[in-house]
Every structure is written in structure tokens, then in C-alpha cells.
């Protein structure tokens, strides 16, 4: 199972976010924050996303207004803003739940298995 989205436009993102399994947690919310510019953007994340962003926001862990800034500055082929922050969080649930570090859940994160682990093989080689 792959965990994360293959390259795509915004359009493509948006079509994606529509036909995931039909659970609450899958719901997609949008919510404003400003970007690089500070112009007002609207973040599409799973509802799931969002609680691990509060969860990491509640614990100090993150301020995910610098987040979104950062990866506005910092933009990887053409994800769109949302997609890339989508990653991270993804990617940094993963990293916590490998290294034993707290999680806001007890099972790892979906598409957890191998995916993270490859990564991780990659940036040590």
C-alpha cells in the first residue's frame, strides 16, 4: 500500500480528496491560513490530518502557520500546498511511531508499513 499520493496537479488533488473511503475521519476540511505571501490559502486536509496538526499543536510540537509558510517557500514539483503539508504530517506520524516516540494513536499511521521505512533506507544511503 502506498501512503502517499502520486504527483498531481490541484485539480487531480481535489478529484483524489473526493472519492476516499466515506468515513468521518476521511472528511475533507478545508481551514485558512496565510502562505508565503500572506495571502489567505485554504488548506484541504483529511479531518484525520487536522486532528494530528491539533495533537501536535497541543503538545508544542509544531506551529503549523510556520509549517504552511515553509512549505509554500519550498514547494516540491507540482504538489499543490495542501498535498505537501499532507506528506509531512504523514511522514512525521511515521517517523514518531518508528522511533517510539508518542502518537495520538496506538497502530500506526495508514500506509505506514515499508513505505516509511524505504524512505528512511533512502536517506541513509
Known sequence: MTCYIPVMDHHKFMEYLRHVPNHPSNKVVARVYKNAKGVDEFIWLHQCYWDYV?????????????????????????????????????????GRFRQGLPTPNPYPPMGYEGSADEYQCLIRN
Open 54 to 94: 491539533e495533537w501536535l499543536e497541543a503538545r508544542g510540537d509544531i506551529n503549523f502557520a510556520k509549517w504552511v509558510v515553509h512549505c509554500d517557500n519550498n514547494p516540491f514539483e507540482d504538489w499543490t500546498l495542501s498535498h505537501l503539508l499532507m506528506y509531512w504530517l504523514w511522514l512525521d506520524e511515521c
